[in-house]
């Protein structure tokens, strides 16, 4: 499935789907034309994902605004 469909199904945005993937969460196979093929699985991925981060299971560091300093991405399961 596409990215969009994924995000319907699951209310995420897709730029948190594309988030998700670059963290290496998510990791849909691609189409020749580059598109992002997601499997059926993807959806609970997503709904398993959104769960620990509404439970504070999860920490996603993003680099900061300005494009200075040093940033680590890391998510964990504890």
Do not use: W
Request: charged residues 25%; hydrophobic residues 35%.
């Amino acid at each position: 499935m596409r990215i969009g469909e994924l995000a319907a199904l699951t209310g995420v945005s897709v730029r948190s789907l594309r988030y998700y993937d670059k963290l290496g969460l998510l990791t849909p196979l691609r189409r020749d034309n580059g598109y992002r093929d997601y499997s059926p699985l993807a959806v609970e991925q997503v709904r398993t994902i959104q769960l620990y981060l509404d439970h504070g299971g999860g920490r996603v560091n993003t680099p900061p605004k300005d494009g200075k300093g040093i940033s680590l991405c890391s998510f964990s399961f504890i």
